[in-house]
């Protein structure tokens, strides 16, 4: 998905939440092999992302960027589940 507004693009505002069980580390390694030169802070993004997680701010085109962090770890019948949040910003 990233990749895809990469190439074509994303309108400012656009927000995506994917929720996923126990493959954390399964996508954040992945994201950090494909987007280690985007990592950055995003310090005060969102009060609810984890500081200890990579963060990624992957710019679209010279006006906007996507910012790629996640986001609060709930337990749900006995299990972990993450989200990943990709939001589109201004430059």
Same mark, same amino acid.
């Given at each position: =998905?990233?990749?895809?507004? =990469? *190439? /074509? !693009?994303? &309108? %400012?505002? *656009?927000?995506? %939440?994917l929720t996923y069980r126990g493959l954390s580390n399964h996508i954040v390694s992945g994201l950090l092999i494909e987007f280690e030169k985007f990592l950055c802070n995003l310090e005060g993004v969102d009060k609810q992302m984890f500081l200890h997680k990579p963060r990624f701010a992957i710019k679209l085109n010279s006006w906007?960027?996507?910012f790629v962090y996640e986001i609060d770890v709930k337990r749900n /019948? !006995? /299990? @972990? &589940?993450?989200? +990943? @949040? +990709? *939001? $589109? $910003?201004e430059n």
């Open positions: =998905m990233i990749k895809h507004w =990469m *190439t /074509y !693009g994303k &309108e %400012i505002g *656009t927000k995506f %939440i906007s960027k996507i /019948y !006995g /299990y @972990a &589940e993450s989200q +990943l @949040a +990709l *939001t $589109v $910003v």
